[in-house]
């Protein structure tokens, strides 16, 4: 099948800035309540502009009677899931119906303005929901620039990467309950952490918070338990991506990770964006990760490129700013583990993934210091500060300040964007 993401030339009804994140070369899909409506139920709805397409008014006119997804009540959900679930041939329907509904030249709806009074929604009308519900979360370490800073500033320039690290997509799973949606207050965590020269712990708040750049793609259907999902057909049972900023407590994190890894220094919030771009939208800017040597094990190795180009920014604006400030620019280009070789790995043992799942890339960093995704790295563990337009400075992350995150991929007059993930940091509980 064709993907219409890559036509350039294809335009919606809808106007749609050149820079603007949602085109029709795009289409998220989210959860969506009418903030005005007398009864306010949940919908999946799909971006384009500055508009929200209802999907379940579009089924209850009749425009999903396809093989798929005829008889499926899956848009009237307070998730993605249900729709999610149905598989690759019903989302690749569903975004056929949609991409030819919103088509310039297409008047079915576009000439049907009761129609469109219904189907159409202003996006500041909508409330948006966390789109997917999260059984598991599992959240990788693909950047090598990030492993190799991190290994850099704890063991040294010779041991900076473990043995393993070449070998296969090391990750750990973290807590989903935790994953919220962009937007939700992030309080400062407490626990305990070992002060420079201290010879036991404190219990405190943590002095070290930070962000970690990152982008999750979720699962859309999942594998029987001990069946493994080969390399070769691992994409097919990923929906879509989203952004991600895994929260750390880096002081937590220090005294903690050891011997098992992070627990409490990233358990107590992950903030993921609203959209999730699907597979489709991402297809024309696949490109070839970075040369793997050694050569991974088979079971690991691709057979087409399996990387994905999405540039990234991260944000920081202070209580005492005016405007944010780009700290970070990067692309998911530096992962050397792609999204089809953590599934492949993750489900090798037989261990089955489920519809929902959220795999996280772990921090993006590129090789140079602007392009480090998170705190740790950028002020290189409080080494080098970094200077603000306000003449504050930070090593780690303050009281009130805001984290903003976004990325796209840049088409030929377009791009295929994903929003936002925010957060902004309140102060601890008291103790």
């Not at 991190?150 to 990750?171: D, Q, S, T, Y």
Request: hydrophobic share 40%; net charge neutral.
């Amino acid at each position: 099948m064709s993907h219409p993401a890559s036509d350039s030339t294809l335009k919606s009804f809808l106007p749609v800035s050149e820079h603007g994140h949602f085109p029709i070369q795009n289409l998220p899909y989210g959860i969506f309540v009418r903030k005005n409506a007398s009864q306010q139920s949940p919908a999946i709805g799909v971006a384009i502009g500055d508009f929200i397409l209802d999907l379940a008014v579009l089924r209850q006119n009749g425009f999903f009677e396809t093989p798929h997804l005829k008889g499926q009540d899956v848009f009237s959900r307070s998730s993605l899931n249900a729709f999610m679930a149905l598989g690759r041939p019903a989302w690749r329907e569903a975004r056929s119906i949609i991409t030819r509904l919103l088509r310039i030249d297409e008047p079915a709806l576009r000439d049907r303005y009761d129609l469109r009074a219904q189907a159409l929604l202003p996006m500041a009308d909508a409330q948006l929901h966390l789109p997917v519900e999260i059984g598991d979360y599992t959240d990788f370490y693909a950047s090598r620039e990030h492993a190799t800073n991190v290994g850099i500033m704890f063991r040294g320039k010779e041991n900076a990467l473990m043995p393993n690290w070449l070998h296969l997509p090391v990750g750990y799973h973290g807590r989903a309950s935790s994953v919220v949606l962009s937007g939700s207050q992030v309080r400062r965590p407490q626990g305990q952490s070992l002060p420079d020269g201290a010879s036991a712990p404190v219990f405190g708040r943590s002095r070290q918070l930070d962000f970690e750049l990152e982008v999750g793609c979720l699962v859309g259907t999942g594998n029987a338990l001990a069946q493994p999902i080969p390399i070769a057909e691992a994409e097919k049972h990923v929906f879509g991506v989203v952004l991600v900023n895994d929260w750390s407590a880096r002081d937590f994190q220090r005294w903690e990770y050891q011997p098992l890894g992070p627990f409490l220094s990233k358990n107590f919030i992950t903030s993921i964006s609203p959209w999730v771009v699907p597979m489709d939208a991402l297809e024309p800017f696949r490109i070839a990760g970075p040369q793997q040597s050694p050569d991974p094990l088979p079971y690991l190795r691709h057979q087409q490129a399996g990387h994905f180009d999405i540039r990234l920014q991260v944000s920081l604006q202070s209580s005492k700013m005016a405007s944010p400030q780009i700290l970070c620019r990067t692309s998911t280009r530096y992962l050397y583990w792609s999204f089809a070789q953590q599934v492949a790995h993750h489900t090798v043992t037989g261990c089955n993934l489920r519809t929902g799942d959220l795999l996280a890339s772990g921090t993006i960093s590129g090789p140079t210091e602007g392009s480090y995704g998170s705190l740790l790295e950028l002020a290189w563990r409080g080494t080098k500060p970094i200077k603000l337009n306000s003449g504050e400075q930070r090593t780690f992350l303050e009281d009130g300040d805001t984290v903003s995150m976004t990325g796209w991929c840049q088409g030929e007059g377009y791009r295929v964007g994903f929003g936002e993930v925010v957060g902004t940091v309140l102060p601890a509980n008291p103790q």
